[in-house]
């Protein structure tokens, strides 16, 4: 069983900067898939990032809502993902959740939330405007 413990949400101004952590539990093995979504009021469950890993290798794969902005990362020693967020925008504004899947997950399928067996509780980001 996968635990997922988002952190790092919080208030800042637009154009300012955000790390989101997730930090997993009870996660073994090389090949799996981690996420971040977010949830907007109102809105349904949209994909922000994605880190892929295998034996082949990682791939990193981001929303055009959010590419050039956000980075995601891997710490696979601390068991730990990460997105860097920049530039932020109001429209970012959002409960954003920390997803998982022991598999690697494939392109047309990273980004859907029903392909994701394990989530966190979420963290709220806020930018004002």
């Known amino acids: 069983q996968v635990q997922l413990v988002e952190s790092g949400g919080g208030l800042v101004q637009a154009g300012g900067s955000l790390r989101l952590s997730c930090a997993a539990s009870?996660?073994?093995?090389?090949?799996?898939?981690m996420a971040w979504f977010r949830q907007a009021p109102g809105k349904e469950r949209e994909f922000v990032a994605a880190?892929?890993?295998?034996?082949?290798?990682?791939?990193?794969n981001y929303a055009d809502s959010v590419m050039g902005r956000f980075t995601i990362s891997e710490d696979n020693a601390k068991n730990a993902m990460y997105l860097q967020m920049n530039s932020l925008k109001p429209e970012d504004t959002a409960v954003y959740y920390c997803?998982?899947?022991?598999?690697?997950?494939?392109?047309?399928?990273?980004?859907?939330?029903?392909?994701?067996?394990?989530w966190g509780q979420g963290t709220q980001v806020t930018v004002s405007s």
């Open positions: 009870g996660r073994t093995g090389v090949t799996f898939t």
């Open positions: 880190f892929r890993r295998s034996s082949g290798g990682t791939s990193n």
């Open positions: 997803a998982a899947d022991l598999a690697y997950l494939t392109e047309g399928t990273y980004d859907r939330s029903d392909k994701y067996d394990y």
